[in-house]
């Protein structure tokens, strides 16, 4: 017996059928499956400006499928336009409200299935977290990476730019030379071409089966991203019909592939926080040692910029995220469903790797291990995370003083106006989702470090907020507990000793027990930043790290 559609009970009831036909909607369209084509078209920056048009080839794939497409939007604030400034305190709270916005209109509407349209750092997640909570058949279409130039032979992305911004600003590079650098950064419409948090969650929403094989990592521009878009539209139809739900296909082992997948092309750090929040709506627990524990037993195999020499485009040439699985081969869960209806090792098995030296064999890695560490010890007894890929073999293991800062602001100013030292560990505190509140990106502390010479292979920054993910260089973050919440990293003071041994996966203070039980008696909480509005409302509800900074409603 066929499963009777959501939508159904909308035209048991007097008025939606009204309201519909009232938009020109025909009785013929209002009997088929309704598809949510849930967008986050913007013309707020490149990642997102294209997708409105990129609705259009869903839209055709859906009503060839025999489905009728019902679009809406939702936010997309962009990570770029963000850094630096108070805004970024508003980027990764940006998760929820998409979340709750796609939940919202989908439950009112009662939608049969969904699609998904995004491309960038908070969107992919904040459109997973709700299609988990969902859990109606659901298929997302990625909206590729943007095109990137080269300068004087040498690959760029925007990756780069702050760093090119600090070399011109201390007069290593000219204006003229800044600018023409930056310009070639970003070419056109799409993620920004490095491994970036955009462009890892669109490799790991294919990798956990919620798209097309291909999708993950294909060019923005082009004819191969509308193929796929309408190719999407048609699946859906046929994943409403089969009643196929995302909570079949993001299974824990799914999970465990998609963390694989992050190992091995050495993705963003922030996907630790994205990948526990989508899976805990599913009611799936991804601790951190599990992240750990793939990353030791999964090679780093796919050297993308910021931390490798190639760029999405090359990984897209090499045969993506298909061939890259198909690498990885025996280490996957190969029998998970997936939204094509067949399981990841039917999906990859005639994949090929084009260009063997993006996508390395396993017996010739990059780096032995996967591309993010995670850290604990007594300044982080929850965990703290690092792109361990990203660190100059010499500063694997560091020791030196801490020179602590409460705002990244003031962090980067004192390396720009050399006031820190090689050997040096800057410690940035209460920028952790509570404290900030929000969690801003250190990126532009990151940035100026490393454009320092003398700081670049030499000094450290480890804080309770978070990093681009274009960071590179000896940045520790995601430091639990946050300092908001009287973690150690509170009561760190100038002069300290901060121990890092990332192959040991230790970040240590050299303060005795007792030393450190004195100095939390004495710790105050700082007074709220924020008093108003939805940053508020972040502050108090949100996580700690460790957990994905979801919002946690307090005990009733």
């Known amino acids: 017996m066929k499963k009777p559609l959501r939508s159904e009970t909308l035209w048991k009831l007097p008025e939606p059928p009204f309201i519909f036909k009232s938009m020109g909607y025909l009785d013929e369209e209002l009997k088929k499956p309704l598809v949510a084509v849930a967008n986050s078209w913007s013309e707020c920056h490149p990642g997102h400006y294209h997708l409105r048009e990129l609705a259009n080839y869903v839209y055709q794939g859906i009503y060839m499928g025999g489905g009728t497409p019902v679009g809406f939007n939702t936010i997309a604030p962009c990570d770029g336009v963000a850094a630096g400034h108070e805004g970024m305190k508003y980027i990764l709270p940006s998760r929820d409200i998409i979340a709750a916005s796609i939940e919202m209109m989908v439950q009112a509407h009662r939608f049969d299935g969904m699609v998904c349209i995004c491309t960038c750092d908070k969107i992919v997640p904040g459109m997973l977290i709700a299609t988990a909570r969902l859990n109606i058949p659901t298929i997302f279409v990625t909206g590729g990476f943007m095109l990137s130039g080269s300068y004087g032979g040498i690959k760029l992305t925007n990756a780069q730019l702050a760093e090119i911004f600090a070399k011109w600003k201390s007069g290593r590079v000219s204006e003229e030379e800044y600018r023409e650098m930056a310009r070639v950064c970003m070419l056109s419409c799409g993620a920004c071409s490095m491994i970036g948090t955009a462009n890892t969650m669109c490799c790991l929403t294919e990798a956990l089966g919620m798209s097309l094989p291909g999708n993950g990592a294909v060019l923005a521009v082009g004819s191969q991203l509308p193929h796929i878009a309408k190719q999407a539209g048609l699946q859906i139809v046929k994943l409403i019909e ?309 919002l946690k409603l307090p005990s009733l």
């Open 242 to 550: 089969s009643d196929l739900k995302p909570s079949q296909i993001m299974t824990r082992d799914a999970f465990e592939n998609a963390i694989r997948v992050l190992m091995a092309i050495g993705g963003s750090t922030n996907a630790i926080l994205h990948l526990p929040a989508i899976a805990h709506e599913l009611g799936i627990k991804l601790t951190l040692d599990l992240f750990d524990d793939v990353s030791r037993d999964t090679p780093w195999i796919c050297p993308l910029n910021p931390n490798g020499p190639y760029v999405l485009q090359d990984l897209e040439e090499a045969g993506g995220i298909p061939a890259l699985m198909q690498r990885l081969g025996g280490k996957l869960h190969l029998n998970e469903v997936t939204v094509t209806g067949r399981t990841v090792g039917e999906n990859i098995r005639e994949a090929k790797v084009l260009r063997p030296e993006v996508i390395k064999p396993l017996s010739e890695p990059e780096f032995k291990e996967g591309g993010i560490a995670v850290l604990k010890g007594n300044l982080a007894p929850n965990c703290a995370i690092v792109r361990q890929i990203g660190v100059n073999p010499e500063m694997l293991t560091h020791k030196g003083p801490a020179k602590v800062f409460d705002k990244e602001e003031d962090a980067t100013e004192a390396i720009m106006q050399g006031r820190i030292s090689p050997g040096d560990v800057l410690i940035i505190k209460y920028e952790g989702p509570k404290g900030g509140p929000g969690m801003r990106e250190m990126h532009y502390a990151a940035s100026a470090l490393c454009a320092n010479p003398e700081l670049e292979s030499t000094t450290a920054l480890v804080t309770d907020g978070r990093f681009s993910g274009g960071t590179r260089g000896p940045c520790i973050g995601l430091v639990s507990p946050e300092a908001a919440e009287g973690g150690p990293i509170a009561i760190i003071q100038d002069g300290d000793i901060i121990h890092i041994d990332i192959p040991h996966r230790k970040l240590h203070v050299e303060l005795s027990d007792g030393e450190m039980r004195e100095r939390l008696a004495k710790w105050k909480p700082l007074k709220p930043k924020v008093k108003q509005g939805f940053l508020a409302i972040y502050g108090r509800l949100a996580s700690s790290a460790d957990e994905g900074a979801i």
